[in-house]
């Protein structure tokens, strides 16, 4: 890993690096250096909120994570070797005033650990280290690539590895040294990196012109639009050569749940129709039932026109078509509108934005930056994981120039203020720069493809309607062979390849080192490793008792919040119970009829003041408990040179679908409480109040601590899959240098003609190690600087 080391190889081998950040050649380069390389994941959590961190980030990583500092630091060790190649003095010069810098934030308390230490010592050697002629023109010798290999660089990248591969399997063939599990390694991660997908999530309110976006996008017709819901179900599109489609049902629990957000009204409209009620008779069952149909059948199962109403059933649909934007792996996600009266539908929407790698939200440029679109832009930046957010004007076409531009503007501001709002300005500007904004005739873009005559006849061109700009955006960020996805890809696959073969490498470097040792030498190293196994294994042991006390820590507090939660949500329905109760006999006692209207403004406001408290104190609490919890695994994790990037990022989050869908199943019955009990029951009226409220918000108190499940069970894997991590890479390590020692017991047996012919062997491989590894440089160096030499 261009000279960093095995301690940091480690940290950062899930690190891409970034393109361009141009701090060594800033006038304050020693002191911004120096901040930089002094976190690590304590120090960072604990002065994130610091004016010159957050200044720093938003203007050299655009990002206020950790992640985005691990990418500085890699990325910053990287330049500094690049450069010490070309001006070894200058960087020399750099480095003692950046360790000058250290020294003063040591003495303040500010840096300290592992993390830091080692890069005082990795700087220290730079500074030491002797300037050689050879030095100056390794950079001369740098593999470049040529036209034809960078047009698809995915592909030619991931083959070309793939063929370093036979280095490996060539050596194995020998039997010089135990490769079988590196080269297991190898598979799985070409395997990993070639069956990768992209998913793009389709989002917007109704009216907002989904429908046709999505068909222009594929340039053809597939999904119906109108001015009332025709996606009524979640869809997904996939490639297959033969198109077809499955639709997926709600199972038996589903869809009671579903009902109890129903009107009685509504529900009886719907149990009044033959068709309807013979498919839920027997396509709703215990377990999730589908089915394939034919793509003429999709209105009948998922537009909400259709007389059969069998939408209300589904689900989500698949449709697989041989659209060849589909065929690298790609995956649509078009979901129903964010004002969907079904709660649940919306529920699923969310959950599969989550794990997009891009999100597109179709607004009307006439009716823009509503409150539900800028809500909901607002919780994906600041709750999902999405890489980066494209807002599509769309009806481009229906305003004027001056107007449109007016709403692009309106509509960036819009979110914005609401971002400002609602957080420190430096971290609203962070999360706007994931924020994409292109307006968009979908219409006229779709006619150019499906009716090129008419589009003429009407003056349309694919130029004009602006779809060009959002195609050459998907290829650049997203879906291109030369994309930026597809070079983070190689990028990683390259890194994961460095790793195995650096190791390798001072594995021939070893047994080279051993091969005219004398027997008596090497049977002392056979004792040393076996008493380096045995300590190991020791802290193994320990490292593992504390992963598992973790767990139980973490299980502990749930079971106490969910004794605190349960106390809070009591009082909560006590109090909401007594107000509705009390507005339903001020009525009665005027000799009026209960409103519903005013029931549920008064259900509505009480759920929102009350169960939002309650929210924001369950995911608060966790989040703190397991921010403490994931600090102290980290301390454990630093020893086994872990990066701490690796504990994953837990974080519990409710969309507000959950308060939506409470107060419609406690509406519904306090309406037929209403309705039993009249005024001269208010004895009854109130018990029966009181069972609503009850029943409701137990169902709301297992949703939260469902989900604190879910968090709780995500963690405790990922827990284990470090451990399991761990254990294979100690046991590995340990396993490569016994079959080392092994063999070189068993060389230093042989002759000295069989000894040399090993050793010409082994410079052999060494010198291909030595080739293989310049290449996957070269993949790294384009991919994330983007040029060639060739």
């Given amino acids: 890993m261009n000279g960093l ?54 203007k050299y990583c655009k990002t206020l994570s950790f992640k985005g500092i691990l990418q500085v630091q890699y990325t910053l060790l990287l330049n500094i070797h690049k450069a010490f190649l070309k001006e070894p003095k200058f960087i020399q010069n750099l480095l003692k005033k950046v360790l000058e810098n250290f020294d003063l934030l040591e003495q303040h308390g500010i840096a300290k650990g592992e993390f830091f230490e080692q890069i005082k010592i990795h700087l220290d050697f730079i500074i030491h280290q002797e300037i050689k002629e050879s030095s100056l023109t390794k950079e001369d010798k740098k593999l470049t690539f040529d036209k034809d290999f960078l047009e698809d660089f995915l592909a030619n990248g991931l083959q070309l590895l793939e063929k370093r591969k ?115 008779e027997k396509y709703v069952q215990d377990s999730t039932q589908s089915l394939a149909i034919s793509l003429q059948e999709l209105p009948k199962y998922t537009s909400a026109n259709h007389p059969s109403k069998l939408c209300n059933l589904i689900k989500e649909t698949t449709l697989f078509t041989p659209l060849k934007f589909l065929e690298n792996k790609v995956e649509i996600v078009d979901t129903p509108g964010l004002d969907d009266p ?33 809500d909901f832009i607002l919780n994906t930046l600041q709750n999902a994981n999405i890489s980066r957010i494209l807002i599509l004007l769309t009806h481009a076409d229906l305003l004027e120039k001056k107007d449109l531009e007016s709403a692009l503007s309106y509509t960036k501001e819009s979110i914005e203020s609401r971002l400002i709002q609602s957080m420190p ?40 309607s602006n779809f060009n700009a959002l195609v050459n955006y998907l290829d650049q960020t997203l879906l291109g062979n030369n994309s930026t996805k597809a070079k983070d890809l190689v990028f990683l696959g390259a890194q994961g390849f460095i790793r195995v073969f ?23 190293l056979i004792q040393e490793a076996k008493l380096q196994q045995e300590q190991s294994l020791v802290q193994f042991e320990e490292t593992k008792k504390s992963f598992n006390g973790a767990t139980k820590q973490l299980q502990d507090y749930l079971a106490t919040l969910q004794k605190e939660l349960n106390q809070k949500l009591e009082n909560s329905q006590n109090l909401l119970s007594e107000r509705i109760f009390a507005d339903i006999v001020y009525d009665y006692e005027k000799g009026k009829t209960p409103s519903y209207e005013r029931l549920q403004r008064i259900l ?56 939506k869908k409470t107060a419609l199943k406690i509406l519904n019955r306090i309406e037929k409480s209403v309705r039993k009990f009249g005024k001269n029951q208010k004895n009854e009226l109130k018990n029966a109040l009181d069972l609503d409220f009850r029943d409701g918000f137990l169902e709301f108190f297992e949703i939260l601590i469902a989900q604190s499940k879910v968090l709780e069970s995500k963690l405790t894997d990922n827990f284990k899959k470090l451990l399991e991590d761990l254990e294979r890479t100690l046991n590995s390590d340990l396993e490569h240098k016994a079959k080392i020692l092994e063999n070189a017991l068993h060389n230093s047996r042989q002759s000295a003609e069989e000894k040399t012919q090993k050793e010409a062997l082994l410079m052999r491989y060494e010198k291909d190690l030595e080739e293989s590894l310049q290449c996957f440089s070269a993949l790294q160096d384009y991919a994330t600087k983007g040029v060639s030499d060739a």
């Fill in 5 to 58: 080391g095995e301690y940091f190889e480690s940290t950062f081998k899930e690190i891409v690096p970034l393109g361009n950040l141009h701090i060594l050649d800033s006038e304050r380069a020693s002191e911004i250096v120096a901040i930089f390389l002094s976190l690590d994941s304590h120090t960072f959590n604990i002065f994130w909120q610091s004016p010159v961190l957050q200044n720093l980030c938003e």
């Fill in 166 to 280: 036979e280095v490996l399997k060539t050596m194995c063939a020998q039997n010089l040294l135990n490769l079988n599990p590196s080269l297991e390694e190898l598979e799985s991660l070409l395997d990993k990196l070639s069956n990768q997908h992209f998913s793009i999530g389709i989002t917007g309110v109704l009216s907002a012109g989904k429908s046709t976006l999505l068909n222009a996008l594929l340039g053809q017709e597939i999904l119906g639009s109108s001015t009332i819901p025709e996606t009524a179900s979640l869809t997904l599109l996939k490639y297959s050569k033969v198109p077809s489609a499955r639709v997926s049902f709600w199972n038996k629990v589903e869809w009671e749940d579903l009902k109890s957000t129903m009107e009685d009204s509504v529900l009886c409209e719907l149990m009044a129709n033959a068709e309807f009620k013979e498919s839920l």
């Fill in 342 to 374: 079904i709660v649940q539908r919306e529920e699923i929407t969310k959950s599969y934005i989550l794990d997009c790698d891009l999100l597109i939200h179709a607004m009307n440029a006439a009716q823009s930056a509503t409150q539900i679109d800028v």
């Fill in 425 to 464: 300005k430096q971290s609203a500007g962070l999360l706007l720069q994931r924020l994409d904004f292109i307006a968009l005739a979908s219409y006229p873009a779709l006619l150019c493809q499906t009716n090129p005559k008419k589009a003429r006849e009407l003056g349309f061109s694919l130029e004009s």
């Fill in 502 to 524: 650096q190791k390798i490498q001072s594995a021939c470097a070893l047994e080279k080192s051993l091969l005219f040792s004398q027997e008596s030498e090497i049977q002392r």
């Fill in 604 to 659: 509505d406001l009480g759920l929102k003041d009350f169960l939002s408290d309650i929210l924001r104190f369950c995911t608060q609490s966790l989040d703190k408990k397991i921010t403490q919890i994931q600090s102290q695994f980290e301390a454990l994790i630093e020893p086994q040179e872990k990066d701490s990037s690796a504990l994953g990022n837990f974080h519990l989050y409710f969309d507000e679908s959950i308060l």
